[in-house]
């Protein structure tokens, strides 16, 4: 009888729990498919490991012709390579469960992506 609680103690300790999607996790996806868009490839190449993203129901049909009015936000392949680590650390950040920090991350991938074409 013992044998039998402890075992089923055992199997739902092991048993997979649904996931709970945070909003910094959503965040993370939105930013991964962004980088992995048409406008970041046309900056900084695709990347090994990485799929063409492509028929977003809210893309831009066109890339804007004009600069940025904040020179900042013209994206680079340094910036995008550097986005895509800070991606990783968010990521870590929000399995660990620390929110606040995930999302300054996030904030901060955000601007160095800058104005993707």
Same mark, same amino acid.
């Given at each position: %009888?013992?044998?039998?609680?402890?075992?089923?103690?055992?199997?739902?300790?092991?048993?997979?729990?649904?996931?709970?999607?945070?909003?910094? *996790?959503?965040?993370?996806?939105?930013?991964?498919?962004?980088?992995?868009? *048409?406008? *970041?490839?046309?900056?900084?190449?695709?990347?090994?490991?990485?799929?063409?993203?492509?028929?977003?129901?809210?893309?831009?049909?066109?890339?804007?012709?004009? *600069?940025?009015?904040?020179?900042? %936000?013209?994206?680079?392949?340094?910036?995008?390579?550097?986005?895509?680590?800070?991606?990783?650390?968010?990521?870590?950040?929000?399995?660990?469960?620390?929110?606040?920090?995930?999302?300054?991350?996030?904030?901060?991938?955000?601007?160095?992506?800058?104005?993707?074409?």
């Amino acid at each position: %009888m013992r044998f039998a609680a402890t075992l089923t103690t055992v199997a739902l300790a092991l048993a997979p729990l649904p996931a709970l999607a945070s909003s910094c *996790a959503q965040q993370i996806g939105t930013i991964e498919r962004r980088l992995d868009s *048409a406008g *970041a490839v046309e900056i900084s190449g695709l990347q090994a490991g990485h799929a063409l993203q492509a028929g977003s129901p809210r893309a831009v049909l066109a890339a804007r012709s004009d *600069a940025p009015s904040d020179p900042e %936000m013209i994206p680079t392949a340094s910036r995008v390579a550097g986005a895509r680590i800070l991606i990783i650390r968010a990521s870590d950040e929000d399995h660990r469960g620390d929110q606040r920090a995930c999302e300054n991350t996030m904030t901060e991938a955000k601007g160095m992506i800058g104005a993707l074409p």
